[in-house]
């Protein structure tokens, strides 16, 4: 598509949804639209009909697409509850869409999708100005309804978002995290859990920033860090076991050079960098002297990190350079030597850091922007905790006991809205995948 | 204790708790629908921690029965080396959040100097545990401090460091399910495991 033509559609689409709520206000039945009675172009999401696909998976397909689209929080996915496919077409020679019934349902946006024998064939087209305005081919595994085949359709998602956005969405990505000790990796729309083999009593994953492995520490009296790769399905120790050591919460630094780590021994813990080929001396970044450091977080530019320290005698959060100079409390608001603040994840864009404070005896999901100003709680109810940003900086999963038992929850910082992402009791230690760089 | 064998007595101890696991309330329901597809999955497989997690802690439970029932033999003057094992592997507790040995450990600590001043071949491992609050993280660190203090005491009373190594479980291992403190409190501990030379240990 042209710069032209996309400035084109952003432009007619930001007119319809500027309109589309007035309307919807009044006679529609959108899912999920919270007007709060005030148009906000933020929060307020661009209406969008997915129209029926026809073939042997077309049901599937449709289904996953408009679940992708409202799960993005970007959309209204409207529904068709029409009786008469007839009515979708205009009438006359052209028999093009009837644009008039879908701006009456204040469909901005309408995707038509073909099945072909590669995949299939996606058109866009903007209501406003009544015609087609992306085309595009996707790719499909002959064999139906399997995990690839799911990915394959995401991606259809993610593109038509980024048609109407500008941004690539994210339902195309995954979320590695534990449970009982083992590591799992699920759909960010909760489909397709795998378990993966990694070391006994694995912890704590973090994935590098092309998407194909994962390093973690194992717990225990082999406490050690490996990175696994999602290609080969094998693990490959980088640090330890040591005698009297115990490591934790490595992290891959942004140009996927180096893991930073805690390791935690005879007096304290520290984090230590060392290369990923391993077999480098490990560099001390923090100087904790005898106290805990932990839960190292990079800026996205690879500048500076975050990370929590017990220095002052409880957990806060502290920033510093790279290389671990400079290092100065982040989280001095509201301080109180009961305070635990833990958990830090430096949002992909790299605005804001997402934590968990124990307040009042609940831990709960807060945000504070990188520069330490403008804190904000992002839950209330039951134990929120490890918190890790999605790579669109919009939507964290985090861990939540609001059912009564330990699971994974999605919010979407902007709206508030919420959703429960695993369906099985101590799910933990989430971390959520970059976008895949290849299909 | 060798791999092998570590993993010997692990399994038996994973098997009689699945079997000890039966006897009790099925696992709690673990979601509103347990119903289609991919939930049923997460299910059974929830199912299958919950039950390897039961039996560790049924794990937990029969080392510490077994500890209990070592002192109790030991009252019964079933034998000296009874007594010094249950003493050198008696629990070690700590405060909230601390890691600083509390006072009234001071003479289980110090009866394990004694034993271990005895026995110049024992050697042991002393594993630091916390309750379930903190961060699951951090909680690494705080259990291989509360170790760490353990192991530092053991040798300011003059016993050799290298006879001592210290890890950390963290949150990961409880001895009491519960989320009060009456649970938290027996959480919170370190734990020895005699790693060489227990084979007659003698009292001091």
């Known amino acids: ?439 | 204790m060798t791999r092998t064998r570590r993993i010997a007595v692990m399994t038996a101890a994973m098997l009689s708790g699945t079997t000890l696991a039966c006897h009790k309330a099925p696992p709690p329901q673990v979601g509103p629908t347990a119903a289609a597809g991919p939930d049923a999955d997460s299910l059974r497989r929830a199912q299958a921690d919950e039950a390897a997690k039961r039996a560790a802690d049924e794990a937990a439970r029969r080392k510490a029965a077994e500890d209990a029932a070592a002192a109790a033999a030991a009252r019964d003057g079933a034998g000296a080396a009874a007594s010094a094992r249950a003493t050198l592997l008696a629990t070690v507790h700590f405060d909230f959040d601390a890691s600083d040995l509390r006072a009234d450990e001071r003479a289980n600590l110090d009866a394990k100097v004694a034993i271990l001043q005895a026995n110049p071949t024992v050697a042991i491992r002393i594993s630091g545990h916390t309750d379930e609050r903190g961060s699951d993280e951090y909680n690494l660190a705080l259990g291989e401090r509360r170790a760490a203090a353990v192991k530092a005491y053991l040798t300011q009373h003059g016993v050799a460091e290298s006879r001592m190594e210290t890890i950390s479980y963290g949150e990961e291992r409880p001895v009491a399910e519960g989320s009060d403190e009456a649970a938290w409190s027996q959480n919170r501990r370190a734990e020895f495991e005699i790693t060489a030379g227990g084979q007659s240990l003698k009292k001091p």
């Open chain 1, 1 to 439: 598509m042209t710069p032209l033509r996309r400035a084109v559609l952003v432009r007619a689409v930001l007119l319809a949804s500027a309109l589309a709520p007035v309307v919807s206000a009044q006679d529609t039945t959108f899912k999920g639209l919270k007007l709060n009675g005030v148009y906000d172009p933020r929060r307020d999401k661009v209406g969008i009909v997915v129209l029926p696909v026809s073939g042997a998976f077309g049901d599937s397909v449709a289904t996953i697409i408009r679940r992708d689209l409202d799960l993005s929080d970007r959309f209204n996915v409207i529904p068709l509850d029409t009786a008469d496919p007839s009515a979708l077409r205009a009438t006359g020679a052209t028999a093009g869409l009837n644009y008039p019934l879908f701006a009456h349902l204040a469909a901005a946006a309408i995707v038509q999708i073909v099945p072909i024998a590669t995949g299939l064939h996606v058109a866009l087209h903007d209501v406003a100005r009544g015609q087609v305005v992306n085309v595009s081919e996707f790719p499909l595994p002959a064999t139906g309804l399997g995990r690839d085949w799911r990915m394959g359709v995401h991606r259809v998602s993610d593109e038509i978002e980024r048609w109407i956005t500008g941004q690539r969405g994210i339902s195309g990505t995954r979320i590695a995290y534990v449970r009982g000790m083992s590591m799992r990796i699920v759909d960010v729309d909760g489909a397709e859990e795998i378990t993966v083999p990694t070391d006994d009593q694995s912890m704590s994953p973090a994935w590098n920033t092309a998407g194909t492995q994962l390093v973690y520490n194992t717990l225990g009296a082999n406490s050690h860090i490996s990175i696994f790769d999602l290609a080969t399905g094998r693990s490959r120790p980088l640090i330890g076991p040591s005698r009297n050591t115990t490591y934790g919460s490595p992290i891959f630094t942004p140009d996927g050079k180096s893991i930073v780590y805690a390791r935690a021994g005879e007096n304290g813990s520290d984090l230590f960098m060392v290369g990923v080929a391993g077999g480098d001396t490990p560099r001390r970044l923090t100087n904790g002297q005898g106290t805990d450091n932990w839960n190292p977080t990079m800026s996205p530019d690879g500048r500076r990190f975050v990370f929590m320290s017990g220095r002052t005698g409880h957990p806060e959060l502290y920033i510093s350079d790279a290389d671990g100079a400079n290092a100065e409390v982040l989280t001095d608001y509201e301080q109180s030597d009961k305070n635990f603040r833990a958990d830090p994840d430096w949002s992909p864009d790299g605005r804001v850091i997402a934590y968990s404070e124990r307040t009042r005896d609940h831990f709960q999901v807060r945000t504070v922007l990188a520069n330490g100003s403008t804190p904000k709680y992002l839950t209330s109810e039951g134990e929120n905790e490890q918190p890790a940003w999605a790579p669109d900086s919009r939507h964290l999963v985090f861990t939540s006991t609001r059912t009564g038992v330990r699971q994974l929850w999605i919010i979407d910082v902007e709206s508030a809205r919420m959703r429960q992402l695993t369906k099985s009791a101590g799910a933990r230690l989430a971390a959520w995948s970059p976008r895949f760089v290849k299909p």
